[in-house]
């Protein structure tokens, strides 16, 4: 099945049909998405920081990256259930997003970083604390790492610049009923919309009529 | 005298992004930083060492992340006041951001001092989580109500 299909049919399922319709849980998902971030951004900048030599000094790096990881890697499956959820919820939208595109491929340069340097930097940082040094592989690790959550965070930020492509969306998009204030609410903060209601595809090939309410 | 037009921060389509990414790195070193200290309250992460320890370890991290947080958000908030003064959300979020700061450098801070008992720690180390993710709550919504 062609992606673009199958993020279609993911956003029709009930589950997260529930979830776009719904004017609060879609905003609480990200609230808690960022909430992960904040809670274990701030174990990666250290565990980071500290290969780097520039905070925890006082601690060995063993006691501060051991003793943070599981806790880290908790908050990091917060941060990506949250974001599963949204993507689920508007997989159609996000298909054309081009930063969402640009965030996924550097997650999953993530997902590389840490396996080329699990082995040679983060299971050996007890050596570090013997030898009272830290070695270049290990610092350009904790570099590398702190420019890609930093990517991260610019991506995921911009997925909420781009405009979604309304003639292409196999959705009704439906304007907040429950603005309180509508003459000033700002577009440019969150410009994607806030509830998109799936809407079969035309049977004919032609796309689905899209109605501003 | 406030026109949201008139302000040098909307000449640029880029800069409140760019102001948004600083605020949220900004709260991960500042959130992330207390959450390591309420973590360590909780008994989970970092238990080789005291609390008295992990908080003077990471108090100066905390404070650049408030700094960070502290500069951009008003920076945002001066992009268009009248839609945040008119927003109830977000005079919600002040108050919780304020609450969060005082609670943080009065009762938490305390409660990182050796002689602290088990409860104390938890509830306290609880009560710091509830009110920095409602700020965050905060954040989110007063962009969808």
Same mark, same amino acid.
């Given at each position: ?29 990200? /609230? ?8 274990? #951004?701030?174990?990666? =900048?250290?565990?980071? +920081?500290? $290969? ?73 940082? /007890? ?8 070695? #270049?592989?290990?610092? =350009?690790?904790?570099? +590398?790492? $702190? ?67 | ?145």
């Amino acid at each position: 099945m062609p992606l673009l299909e199958f993020a279609q049919w993911v956003q029709s399922t009930e589950f997260f049909t529930a979830i776009r319709e719904s004017w609060y849980v879609y905003p609480a998902i990200m /609230s808690s998405h960022l909430a992960g971030i904040a809670l274990a #951004g701030g174990m990666v =900048l250290m565990v980071d +920081l500290r $290969l780097l030599g520039l905070a925890m000094r006082k601690r060995s790096v063993s006691d501060v990256v051991n003793q943070l990881r599981w806790l880290k890697w908790a908050g990091l499956a917060v941060i990506v259930t949250c974001g599963i959820l949204m993507l689920g919820s508007k997989a159609e939208e996000y298909y054309y997003n081009i930063f969402f595109r640009v965030k996924m491929t550097v997650l999953s340069l993530i997902l590389v970083h840490s396996l080329v340097f699990r082995r040679s930097v983060y299971s050996k940082v /007890s050596e570090y604390d013997k030898t009272g040094k830290i070695p #270049g592989r290990a610092k =350009l690790a904790a570099s +590398l790492s $702190l420019i890609l959550w930093t990517c991260m965070v610019i991506c995921g930020r911009g997925i909420g610049y781009i405009e979604p492509p309304l003639d292409k969306l196999h959705a009704r998009v439906i304007q907040q009923q429950h603005s309180t204030t509508e003459s000033v609410n700002r577009s440019h903060v969150s410009r994607v919309p806030s509830a998109i209601v799936w809407k079969l595809p035309d049977t004919h090939g032609m796309r689905s009529q899209m109605e501003r309410m | 005298m406030f026109l949201a037009i008139e302000n040098p921060l909307n000449s640029s389509e880029l800069i409140f992004p760019t102001l948004e990414c600083m605020h949220i790195l900004g709260f991960a070193f500042s959130v992330g930083t207390i959450a390591i200290v309420d973590f360590r309250l909780l008994g989970l992460g970092m238990r080789h060492q005291t609390v008295g320890e992990v908080a003077s370890d990471l108090a100066p991290w905390t404070l650049i992340g408030l700094a960070l947080m502290l500069t951009s958000g008003p920076l945002l908030f001066s992009s268009d006041p009248d839609m945040y003064y008119l927003n109830w959300v977000f005079d919600l979020k002040m108050v919780l951001l304020l609450l969060a700061i005082v609670f943080h450098y009065t009762i938490h801070r305390r409660a990182t001092m050796p002689g602290t008992s088990a409860l104390r720690s938890k509830v306290v180390a609880s009560i710091s989580i509830a009110l920095w993710v409602g700020v965050i709550f905060g954040g989110i919504f007063l962009a969808f109500i």
